[in-house]
């Protein structure tokens, strides 16, 4: 069994920055590493689709982003610790939302497709005010 477990969300003014982290726990143990699993961060603001937001590769070496938040959020890993991280920077009304980080234990480069993942946390809430 995996758990994800995100903190960090919470209100702020537009052009203000938020760190969430994703805390990773249960089978975090490969044979060939720790923590191995690629890692994404969703988010899904009300009446909408959970959308893709970042996503980092199983070995941390490759990531991707929505052109919305392109140049003001950076995803990031440390293995040591089993997290995954998106400081968000320059925030805007419209990245208001909850946000999710997913877990897939599949070998290779970031996906964007949320069916890709097998595991979700709980969600955590952005509000950013304007």
């Known amino acids: 069994q995996v758990q994800l477990v995100e903190s960090g969300g919470g209100l702020v003014q537009a052009g203000g920055s938020l760190r969430l982290s994703c805390a990773v726990s249960?089978?975090?143990?490969?044979?060939?590493?720790?923590?191995?699993?690629?890692m994404g961060w969703f988010r899904q603001a009300p009446g909408k689709e959970r959308e893709f937001v970042a996503a980092i590769s199983w070995s941390g070496d490759s990531t991707g982003y929505a052109d919305s938040v392109k140049g003001r959020f950076t995803i990031s890993r440390d293995n040591a610790k089993n997290t995954v991280y998106l400081q968000m920077n320059s925030l805007k009304p419209e990245d208001t939302a909850v946000y999710y980080c997913?877990?897939?234990?599949?070998?290779?480069?970031?996906?964007?497709?949320?069916?890709?993942?097998?595991?979700w946390g709980q969600g955590t809430q952005v509000t950013v005010s304007s």
């Open positions: 249960g089978r975090t143990f490969s044979t060939y590493r720790t923590f191995p699993y690629r």
């Open positions: 997913a877990a897939d234990p599949t070998y290779g480069s970031y996906s964007a497709d949320h069916h890709e993942y097998d595991y």
